[in-house]
């Protein structure tokens, strides 16, 4: 998986590699190989914990171009796949990278898509990245690079895309999140379940009759998890309610 590196990218690696904490990176390891379904297959972890990533992140933000976090991207060592996912956003962030930066970040984004190979590296990046670029295009672009990772084989461009839409929901836009939902939302994965369960929650906070009249719609059928997840802000009656038909 690793690319060519950068000069600062070697040093970000070496930095991870000493915080890094054997016990703690066997047992991540252990625990994502008890997971059926390809969880950060193949990775190799050095045991460094998500504040240390983050913090790492804080002091060197502004050193780091996309070169730089495009090999992180690619390397095999997961930390450092985290490390450029939580940079790539760092490098997006608006009120500090121009537009035509911002188109470039999301450019890198998409080209290493496939790197980005589990939960927490898609849902680092998808929302804050390609969810605020898609704000700014016409529908009919947002939806042909939606479909696109919609209907992948990979788990990992799925769920991309459907966390894709937390950014939308955060700016007030709902239509992708439930227009995905209806593509998604009888996907055999239970990280999928996951998402689009989470995705549906978030937009039901901004318009719960939205929500309501997608789970009149699929509330006897969609995955368990994801019923029980788009109803965590319900009443307790009406999630007895739709609890009751998918059980029917």
């Known amino acids: 998986m690793s690319a060519p590196m950068t000069a600062l990218a070697d040093e970000l690696v070496e930095r991870l590699r000493s915080l890094g904490d054997s016990d703690d990176a066997v047992a991540k390891a252990l625990y994502l190989q008890a997971f059926p379904g390809g969880y950060a297959e193949g990775d190799e972890f050095v045991g460094v914990r998500v504040p240390q990533v983050r913090a790492l992140a804080r002091d060197v933000r502004r050193s780091v171009e996309l070169d730089d976090l495009d090999a992180l991207l690619q390397h095999s060592i997961h930390e450092a796949r985290l490390l450029g996912a939580v940079l790539v956003v760092e490098l997006y962030k608006p009120a500090k990278t121009p537009p035509e930066k911002r188109d470039k970040v999301v450019e890198l984004v998409l080209a290493r898509i496939k790197n980005l190979d589990n939960w927490d590296l898609v849902d680092t990046v998808a929302p804050h990245t390609l969810g605020r670029w898609l704000l700014d295009k016409a529908e009919a672009e947002q939806d042909r690079v939606l479909d696109d990772l919609a ?77 029980r997840s788009a109803l965590e802000k319900h009443d307790a009656a009406s999630r007895q309610d739709f609890m009751a038909r998918r059980s029917t």
């Open 151 to 227: 209907a992948s084989p990979s788990l990992w461009r799925r769920r991309f895309a459907m966390v894709t839409t937390l950014g939308m929901i955060r700016a007030g836009e709902l239509r992708q999140t439930f227009r995905l939902a209806e593509l998604l939302v009888d996907d055999e994965h239970d990280l999928m379940h996951k998402a689009v369960g989470w995705m549906l929650r978030e937009a039901g906070l901004r318009d719960r009759e939205m929500l309501d009249v997608f789970l009149e719609r699929h509330a006897a059928t969609m995955p368990r998890t994801a019923l």
